[in-house]
C-alpha cells in the first residue's frame, strides 16, 4: 500500500502505529495518522499545521476526548488501516497522480484527511481551527512548491477528483444552511441551500476585492 510513499510518509505511518499501539486500539485510523504527522514535526504537513498552531500537545488532548483506549494492552506488531484511513491513503495516492507528482507526501495525506469530514481526525482539525482556512492554506503551499511542468507536461492534466477550496467552501456553507431546516430536505431545498451559500461567498469576495 505504501510503495509510492516518500520516506517522510512512511515514517508517519509508523508513527501513526505507534500511536495506535499507544491508545491499544486493533487499527489504525485517520486519527492516528494525525497524530503521527504532528509528532514527526518536521515533514511538510506539520510545517502547515504549525502555523495554525497544531501541535502534537493539543491534537492528543482533543483526540483523547473523542476515542476510548482499547481493553487489551498492545506493545508491539503492525496494526492494520481501518476503513477510514485505508479511503485517505487512496485519496493521497489520487491527489499527488492528479497533481502529477511522483511520490505520496506528507502534504498529500493531510489534504485526503481534510476530504474525510465524518471522521475523527477531520472533527479534531475543527476543533483547532477552520478547516477551510487550513485547506486553503495546504493548497498555497502545495502549489508555491510546485515544479514547473516539462515540455512531456504540457498537456492539460485530468481533472482532479478533489474539490477545490471554493467548492470546499460552499459545501461547508450549504451544510450550515441546510442544517437549519427540517430534515430530511427536498431536493429543491437542497438545490436553494447551494445556491445561497454560493450568493454568500461571492458577496464576501467582492467585498474583500473591493477593500
Known amino acids: 500500500m505504501f510503495e509510492q510513499f516518500t520516506d517522510d510518509a512512511r515514517k508517519v505511518m509508523a508513527l501513526a502505529n505507534q500511536e495506535a499501539l499507544r491508545f491499544n486500539h486493533e487499527y489504525i485510523g485517520p486519527?492516528?495518522?494525525?497524530?503521527?504527522?504532528?509528532?514527526?514535526?518536521?515533514?511538510n504537513a506539520a510545517v502547515v499545521l504549525r502555523d495554525f498552531n497544531?501541535?502534537?500537545?493539543?491534537?492528543?488532548?482533543?483526540?483523547?476526548?473523542?476515542?476510548?483506549?482499547?481493553?487489551?494492552?498492545?506493545?508491539?506488531?503492525?496494526?492494520?488501516a481501518n476503513a477510514e484511513a485505508k479511503s485517505l491513503v487512496q485519496k493521497a495516492i489520487a491527489l499527488a497522480k492528479s497533481r502529477e507528482e511522483n511520490s505520496v507526501d506528507t502534504q498529500h495525506l493531510l489534504y485526503?484527511?481534510?476530504?474525510?469530514?465524518?471522521?475523527?481526525?477531520?472533527?479534531t482539525l475543527r476543533s483547532l481551527c477552520d478547516p477551510a482556512t487550513l485547506l486553503s492554506a495546504l493548497?498555497?503551499?502545495?502549489?508555491e512548491r510546485r515544479s514547473p511542468p516539462t515540455t512531456s507536461q504540457t498537456s492539460s492534466p485530468p481533472p482532479s477528483p478533489f474539490p477545490t477550496s471554493r467548492e470546499y467552501l460552499v459545501f461547508l456553507g450549504a451544510a450550515q444552511i441546510a442544517a437549519r431546516h427540517p430534515a430530511p430536505l427536498t431536493p429543491e431545498q437542497i438545490d436553494q441551500c447551494l445556491n445561497d451559500a454560493i450568493a454568500i461567498l461571492d458577496r464576501l469576495v467582492e467585498r474583500?476585492?473591493?477593500k
Do not use: Q, Y
Open 112 to 123: 485526503a484527511m481534510l476530504s474525510l469530514p465524518d471522521t475523527i481526525a477531520f472533527d
Open 139 to 143: 493548497i498555497r503551499w502545495m502549489d
Open 54 to 80: 497544531i501541535v502534537l500537545r493539543n491534537v492528543r488532548i482533543e483526540i483523547a476526548t473523542r476515542v476510548t483506549p482499547g481493553p487489551n494492552v498492545f506493545t508491539s506488531g503492525k496494526m492494520p
Open 208 to 210: 474583500r476585492s473591493s
Open 31 to 43: 486519527e492516528h495518522v494525525l497524530l503521527g504527522l504532528v509528532k514527526d514535526g518536521n515533514c
